[in-house]
């Protein structure tokens, strides 16, 4: 299962996604973080979601770029934490994509997806402001844009969480 998880900031996505994760009851649980920890507000970030998951039996993995270079346990269930991050240091970091971005990511996705059962990936909602940007941040939220759009087109799932609540725009239905 594929599950995108969206939301705005402080929207409760990240508590949702890992509720997901122990759902689904697979004991090879793999954190994927994302977020580079370049200031004091990053390193308070980190040590909350650290603290959020701690009895949840994740391991972590950080990757701050190279997605796709990531190996985790055949049939596990992987929660990557968060695209926005990623999109970021692809697009910024002198290691990272640049303009081969997109492509770059979508390949990681791809190879999580083949390396393991249950793919749940946490992404920000975007476009839902009136703000005018500069041309750097317009290219970083055309990118994510396009990553949310062919995720969510692969994924089983759509999920926007609002004020902690769970909005489903694309849902998985089991076969009977």
Not at 74 to 98: I, Y
Not at 134 to 163: C, F, P, Q, R
């Amino acid at each position: 299962m594929f599950v995108v998880v969206t939301g705005g900031s402080g929207s409760g996505k990240s508590a949702y996604a890992e509720g997901r994760v122990v759902n689904f009851q697979n004991k090879e649980r793999t954190y994927i973080a994302t977020m580079f920890p370049f200031d004091a507000e990053s390193h308070k970030r980190i040590a909350r979601h650290r603290e959020m998951r701690k009895d949840k039996g994740f391991e972590t993995v950080e990757c701050y770029t190279n997605l796709k270079d990531v190996r985790v346990p055949d049939g596990g269930t992987v929660l990557l934490e968060c695209m926005s991050n990623l999109t970021a240091n692809e697009m910024f970091q002198d290691q990272g994509a640049k303009e081969n971005t997109v492509e770059e990511i979508m390949k990681g996705i791809l190879s999580l997806r083949q390396q393991c059962e249950h793919l749940i990936v946490v992404t920000n909602e975007i476009f839902s402001d009136a703000f005018s940007y500069e041309k750097e941040t317009k290219t970083y939220l055309k990118y994510l844009g396009e990553i949310n759009a062919k995720i969510s087109e692969m994924a089983d799932e759509v999920v926007e969480v609002v004020y902690g609540i769970p909005v489903y725009h694309k849902k998985y239905l089991e076969k009977i």
